[in-house]
């Protein structure tokens, strides 16, 4: 008998030259799922495992029981401070990836295209709540109001870096703002998040923890170690899965397999798990809303997958050019979340196009402004050394007697 | 001074943190109820609960994952990998994440961690319960790397490592957990009961962690163990009748290398002894350290004794554990040269 088994190897939505297509993906309309109870069980989530959350729809509308459910939270005045920690985002992005083009600084990674979840999740989480977040999470901080100066300082290694240019660019930290030092490796994390929240419920503070990872580290071991801990302790924690398609050249096939969600894993777990349109700033704010009141609420964990597309390259070091057709982010049927929200606020006759083209030259302005002030303390083509002693502090509490020794040796 | 078993003063550590420090948690696999498969907890739970002392799934990274975001939100947690050898999964977690928290951060957050495990040979347990991983941790800046020989030292070297604020991985040598070891593996089995360090005060007591304890004074040649290698150094030199130094290093990292020159310097002789296997060794790291201190004053080649460079064997043991023989062997060699 001749063997018959096939091995399957999953396609990507493009290569250079080739059409996109999204058909893989089934976008159901906007505003066509309820809003659960909070203490929504695992037996209940399917639908939201496998459907997706939306408040706008194709024109911009918000609809559907989901919009109701914000309420005053999707005040224009809120959803304008929305667009604007969007444009925001998008203009350090911009900045610091042309810096890093300039020599200025070693690396950078952008989020184009994810903006709106970091954005939207961060403005609804507490002081005292602790996201553990990947590297492509700046926009959480954005949404947090993390001071510009600190934010573009880690990313040029000087004087103004809080973290002492110890840590590649983006891997910021800030325990004030709920932001976990981010570690470069991938999956670490999320099981770190569920060990805080534990904390948090131990301690019997009224704190939360949020762990982030990209689908492609969906793969990792930690990934599958968080899901099963916070399914046995039941802690306040939200897994957020940042779902964007692409593992740097891998399609998110490698990662997902077979033709469940990655919300529906978080099922097999018995965790209660949502999808969510990742795009549509209205649905971001509602679906986190939700999630953290749950949370907070001592009705367990949850798992959010935020379904999103990765418009940049994977980092400054990586040309996507070589791996996917140029038109794929164009061609991505969930769009592009300023430009939905944008759309939005124009139709709702809270914004427009002359406003947005003002306040795009407004952030642009500030992070010029701030970059400058902070690029005065010395980029890669201007260095202003810091003292190389600085490396070995705080490796421990106190520095051990063979670390003396080094320094010694260092001559400083 | 009450007499306490290896198993009994570490039980008796994590006791008295759990009892003085309310951030302590302490868990792992099959750590709550039952107590640990070598019973170091045994009667934790029942007497603090389930929410200070609980059992794990089989997950070691979650474990130390877990420990870090504890940690790092505050409390004190002290975890049990059940041997050394499945410590493996939780290697990232170990090296590249609780060791380097308070560096990359600058210090804004921290990883007050203790990760315990029964360490090496000696129990029959064949490849994966036999290991010495230490060289694998001491080779990781921003660890401290604790391994006691004996019950008074396990039990203020645990407080100390619990205390302490950054992690600390705490290598127990399952060979002495329930007695000293006489070298003699065929020989009757003693208990803690008579021996010196079989004795621990019943409270609280620090044995401060970077000193190393000179277990055998002596002026021919110095002897760096630690563990059950010790014992191991004891029954040779008490067989040979050499004069020799026996340094127990107890904690590896950060090393007392004080203690080590100072001795080595006397002596003008060194043997270094480990269980794990010989090539890249912590022994590699000593003897790098003392031929730099000491070189002038050296007599004779560092000789070192070590686990044969092969996977730990189940039923050849004894074969394999750089048993007295071999010690004595290498403390003569070391004399003659």
């Not at chain 1, 240019?165 to 099981?191: A, I």
């Not at chain 1, 070995?392 to 520095?399: K, N, T, W």
């Not at chain 2, 991983?133 to 100390?160: M, R």
């Amino acid at each position: 008998m001749t063997q018959t088994a096939k091995l399957s190897f999953p396609h990507p939505p493009s290569r250079p030259g080739v059409t996109p297509d999204f058909s893989y993906l089934k976008i159901p309309k906007a505003g066509t799922l309820a809003v659960p109870d909070v203490k929504m069980s695992v037996e209940d989530a399917a639908p939201y495992a496998h459907g997706l959350i939306r408040v706008l729809d194709g024109k911009g509308k918000a609809v559907g029981p989901w919009a109701k459910y914000l309420g005053d939270t999707g005040s224009a005045e809120i959803l304008r401070r929305g667009l604007r920690d969007m444009l925001m985002m998008r203009a350090i992005d911009k900045r610091l990836q042309i810096a890093q083009r300039q020599g200025k600084t070693s690396f950078y990674i952008q989020c184009t295209g994810e903006e709106a979840i970091g954005c939207g999740f961060a403005r609804m989480l507490s002081k005292g709540d602790m996201n553990f977040p990947t590297y492509r999470q700046q926009s959480l901080l954005v949404g947090s109001d993390y001071p510009l100066e600190l934010m573009i300082g880690q990313v040029y290694s000087n004087s103004m870096d809080p973290l002492k240019g110890r840590q590649l660019p983006v891997l910021h930290s800030s325990r004030e703002y709920g932001y976990f030092t981010v570690s470069g490796n991938l999956g670490t994390q999320y099981v770190q998040a569920v060990g805080w929240a534990m904390a948090a419920a131990l301690m019997k503070d009224d704190g939360i923890a949020a762990g982030w990872i990209g689908d492609g580290a969906t793969a990792s071991n930690d990934f599958h170690g968080a899901l099963l801990t916070a399914s046995v302790y039941k802690p306040p924690v939200i897994l957020n899965v940042v779902n964007n398609q692409w593992a740097i050249s891998s399609c998110t096939g490698f990662a997902g397999g077979g033709k469940a969600t990655y919300a529906e894993r978080g099922l097999g777990y018995g965790i209660p798990s949502i999808r969510v349109d990742g795009n549509d700033y209205l649905a971001v704010l509602a679906a986190s809303k939700w999630a953290i009141d749950r949370a907070r609420g001592g009705d367990g964990p949850i798992l959010i997958e935020w379904l999103t597309y990765r418009a940049a390259a994977h980092s400054s070091s990586d040309d996507p050019s070589v791996y996917r057709s140029k038109r794929e982010a164009a061609a991505w049927p969930l769009g592009d979340p300023v430009e939905r929200l944008k759309t939005h606020l124009i139709l709702k006759d809270a914004w427009s196009q002359e406003r947005h083209v003002q306040a795009e030259a407004e952030v642009l302005d500030e992070v010029r402004t701030v970059q400058k002030e902070v690029e005065s303390h010395g980029t890669f083509v201007d260095p202003r050394p810091m003292p190389p002693a600085d490396i070995l502090r705080d490796v421990y509490a106190e520095m051990p007697e063979h670390l003396r020794r080094q320094r010694q040796q260092m001559g400083s | 001074m009450p007499s306490m078993t290896m198993i009994e003063a570490i039980r008796s550590a994590m006791d008295i943190m759990l009892e003085r420090d309310n951030r302590t948690v302490i868990y792992g696999e099959d750590v709550g109820y039952f107590g640990g498969v070598f019973r170091c907890t045994a009667g934790l739970q029942e007497k603090y609960g389930q929410e200070r002392v609980f059992d794990t799934p089989i997950n070691e990274s979650a474990i130390v994952g877990m420990a870090i975001g504890m940690a790092a939100h505050g409390m004190r947690p002290c975890v049990e990998m059940q041997f050394a050898d499945y410590m493996f999964p939780a290697f990232d977690q170990i090296s590249q994440e609780a060791a380097r928290i308070r560096h990359r951060s600058n210090g804004d957050f921290t990883c007050p961690i203790v990760i315990r495990m029964p360490t090496g040979g000696g129990i029959f347990g064949g490849q994966t319960h036999s290991q010495s991983p230490e060289a694998l941790f001491t080779h990781v800046a921003g660890l401290k790397v604790v391994q006691p020989s004996n019950p008074y030292d396990a039990k203020g070297l645990l407080i100390s490592a619990m205390e302490d604020t950054d992690p600390v991985i705490f290598l127990e040598p399952k060979r002495l957990y329930n007695g000293p070891f006489g070298g003699d593996h065929s020989g009757q089995a003693i208990g803690w009961k008579q021996h010196p360090k079989g004795k621990a005060p019943a409270g609280h007591y620090r044995v401060p962690l970077g000193k190393a304890n000179i277990s055998r004074p002596g002026n021919d040649v110095t002897v760096l163990a630690y563990g059950t290698m010790v014992h191991v150094a004891e029954a040779a030199v008490k067989a040979c009748g050499i004069d020799a130094e026996i340094i127990d290093l107890r904690t590896l990292l950060p090393l007392d290398l004080e203690t080590i020159v100072t001795s080595v310097k006397k002596t003008g002789r060194c043997v270094v002894l480990h269980e794990a296997t010989r090539t890249s060794g912590f022994g590699a790291e000593l003897i790098a350290e003392v031929q730099e201190a000491c070189f002038y004053h050296l007599e004779a080649p560092i000789v070192r004794v070590t686990g044969w460079d092969a996977p730990y064997p189940h039923a050849q043991e004894w074969d394999y554990f750089p048993g007295p023989e071999r010690v004595t062997k290498a403390l003569q060699q070391t004399l003659e040269a």
